[in-house]
């Protein structure tokens, strides 16, 4: 059973720079697990950031970015703002159509 | 404009049943994979099941398997979860998704939440 592990929580100063990961109990999480980063905010449904590791969905801020970072996946939010105060969901595919959702990491913008 | 709004959630009797519904709008719905995730009060998100575009191809998580059907009517933009013999645990807010050409989960609905008390 494959376990993805996020920092619980993260806390990082507006206009600074905060680095999210997302890790694979199976080892080195590669292209071929095409991490999905998910935002949700107090009250809503999880809203798609990013897909296939590095693509931006048509409506996410030019300051998030999603790369491979040593073993992991990443997720960087660059000059942070008060609104990116959220919960950060990744998801990792782990062989054909399965997938394994990360706990999830609380950002405070603070 | 993509739209998914899910339905049928409320209070249910331990060992029950409740079927979730999910209207798809904006989309040609057939051409999709669509899945059910579940988000329990303060807690993350939990991919329930999958299902393939013509409903051929079926997954589910082991905490839900025999008990949670999965199924959609492509003539109809709908997706569906039969949920029986209830536990507290399924106690949860839970979410349908669309697998899309932008990414596993690029539409979310709203969520309907689901009660599971006596």
């Known amino acids: 059973q494959t376990v993805v592990t996020q920092e619980p929580s993260l806390t990082v100063s507006p206009g600074g720079t905060v680095t999210l990961t997302c890790a694979s109990s199976t080892g080195e999480v590669t292209i071929a697990n095409s991490a999905n980063w998910f935002q949700q905010k107090p009250g809503q449904a999880p809203r798609s950031l990013i897909h296939s590791t590095s693509t931006k969905q048509s409506w996410t801020p030019a300051r998030f970015s999603g790369s491979l970072l040593g073993d992991k996946a990443a997720l960087t939010l660059s000059n942070v703002q008060p609104e990116d105060e959220a919960d950060y969901y990744c998801l990792l595919y782990i062989g054909g159509v399965q997938v394994v959702l990360g706990g999830g990491t609380k950002l405070t913008v603070l | 404009e993509v739209q998914l709004v899910e339905s049928g959630g409320g209070l249910g009797q331990p060992g029950g049943s409740l079927r979730l519904s999910c209207a798809a709008s904006g989309f040609t719905f057939s051409s999709y994979n669509m899945n059910w995730v579940r988000q329990a009060p303060g807690k993350g998100l939990e991919w329930l099941s999958y299902?393939?575009?013509?409903?051929?191809?079926?997954y589910y998580v082991d905490s839900v398997k025999g008990r949670f059907t999965i199924s959609r009517d492509n003539a109809k933009n709908s997706l569906y979860l039969l949920m029986n013999s209830l536990r507290a645990e399924d106690t949860a807010t839970y979410y349908c998704?669309?697998?899309?050409?932008?990414?596993?989960?690029?539409?979310w609905g709203q969520g309907t939440q689901v009660t599971v008390s006596s």
């Open positions: 299902i393939s575009s013509d409903g051929t191809t079926i």
């Open positions: 998704t669309r697998w899309g050409s932008t990414g596993w989960g690029d539409y």
